[in-house]
Nanobody, 124 residues
Framework: QVQLVESGGGLVQAGGSLRLSCAAS????????VGWFRQAPGKEREFVAG????????YYADSVKGRFFISRENAQNTVYLRMNSLKPEDTAVYYC?????????????????WGQGTQVTVSS
């Protein structure tokens, strides 16, 4: 069992930045690949970024490539999502999720444990 807690969301103006954190319980965090997903009102949950269990490989949705950066500190059981140049269309609830294995797939069904989400609102 892994428990995940996201933090760092909030209200920011377009062009601004935020850093989301995903803190995990347990001592086996380095067994899990981690993904960040988001869900806007009336839309399906979509993959944003992922990082392999080692942290060597990262993956990004085309819509955030070059603006968002994912990283992890396994010693701290934490994954971060740095979001720069935010746009109003980035407004959503952001979730982190983990899956046992090396690769962070884009499919939400690949993930076993999810956090409760943190709201990100970007004003124009």
């Amino acid at each position: 069992q892994v428990q995940l807690v996201e933090s760092g969301g909030g209200l920011v103006q377009a062009g601004g930045s935020l850093r989301l954190s995903c803190a995990a319980s347990g001592r086996t965090f380095n067994r899990y690949a981690v993904g960040w997903f988001r869900q806007a009102p009336g839309k399906e949950r979509e993959f944003v970024a992922g990082i392999s269990k080692s942290g060597i490989s990262t993956y990004y949705a085309d819509s955030v490539k070059g603006r968002f950066f994912i990283s992890r500190e396994n010693a701290q059981n934490t994954v971060y999502l740095r979001m720069n140049s935010l746009k109003p269309e980035d407004t959503a609830v952001y979730y982190c999720a983990v899956r046992e294995g090396g690769t962070a797939y884009a499919s939400a069904t690949s993930y076993s444990y999810w956090g409760q989400g943190t709201q990100v609102t970007v004003s124009s």
